[in-house]
């Protein structure tokens, strides 16, 4: 009983992680049709920020917030838009945010030494179940994770701003014949999908070191996790996340560990296979005009 509490806690907090990636990455897709395939380098970046220079705590929480959406934003201005206007495919714009992710790699590990980061937890202390000590803050990770996914479902599907994104989404050019500025849109869009995606990585300095080799990983988990579950949809990238964790736990117990990192990738093509649009999401186009 105690093992399967072990595993059931380290999944849940690894699921709710790569939720955060995940969700960052389907507002992206949601609101542009571009794939970020940066996001990891952008939490990792955030994540060592608030360890090892914001002084961690719920203010250097906040300030994470600021960076990730800030970074977010220089994503879209530099890496997107400029290429847009050039007239860039949807491939070249994702290979644009992996460019992007590499110069923000490079910049972190002249700022920050190459060695990982841990930064105290925002709530200490422990609860005692069933013989297994869970620490507050995996608690606090999976509350966050919730509260972001309810936060989002009400954003994009009861709101006018999520209304608006939709519409700018589907046609830019009709958008703006109902007063909508597409650019205004997708600019609030990559700041969120910057500070969600900054608040993974911050809460993952939380309970595990992160260093810059963390953002190719956090980036396939999440990535996996958002396709699993549907890459236009919130409510998919959640059970995403939760099936990529637990099947990766159950995989390290009782195989090996040392190709663990493999059943993302093994799930990934797996999916795209036998199911290309998720268990949740549907095909769509996106029409950038």
């Known amino acids: 009983m105690g093992d399967w509490l072990v595993l059931l806690v380290g999944a849940g907090t690894n699921a709710a ?15 542009s049709g571009v794939i970020n395939f ?22 250097g929480l906040g300030f994470g917030l600021l960076v990730g959406a800030g970074v977010g934003v220089a994503m879209y201005l530099v ?3 400029l290429a847009e206007r050039a007239g860039a495919t949807h491939a070249a714009l994702a290979i644009a945010t992996l460019g992007f992710g590499l110069v923000i790699d490079y910049f972190g590990g002249t700022f920050w030494p190459k060695q990982g980061f841990n930064a105290p937890p925002l709530v ?17 990770t999976v509350a966050l994770a919730v509260v972001v996914f309810l936060a989002l479902r009400l954003l994009l599907d009861r709101t006018m701003p999520g209304w608006a994104i939709e519409a700018v989404a589907f046609r830019r050019s009709t958008a703006a014949l109902y007063g909508i500025n597409p650019i205004a849109v997708l600019v609030v869009v990559w700041a969120l999908a910057g500070a969600v995606a900054g608040l993974g990585g911050m809460l993952a300095t939380q ?11 956090l980036a396939i988990q999440g990535f996996a996790a958002a396709v699993v ?20 736990a159950l995989f390290v117990r009782y195989v090996s560990s040392e190709y663990a990192s493999l059943l993302a990738f093994l799930l990934l093509f797996v ?19």
């Open 124 to 140: 200490p202390g422990a609860q005692e179940l069933g013989g297994v000590t869970i620490g507050h803050q995996r608690i606090l």
């Open 79 to 81: 890496a997107i838009r």
């Open 207 to 217: 309970t595990s070191v992160v260093s810059l080799g963390l953002a190719l990983p």
């Open 38 to 59: 940066g996001v990891g380098y952008l939490a990792v970046f955030v994540g060592i920020f608030f360890a090892g220079t914001a002084g961690a705590g719920w203010t």
């Open 229 to 248: 579950g549907g890459l236009g949809s919130i409510g998919g990238a959640a059970i995403g996340a939760v099936i990529v964790a637990f099947a990766e």
């Open 17 to 31: 992680i790569n939720a955060l990636i995940a969700f960052s990455l389907v507002l992206v897709y949601r609101g």
């Open 271 to 289: 999916m795209i296979a036998v199911r290309p649009q998720g268990i949740m999401g549907v095909r769509r186009d996106v029409v950038r005009t």
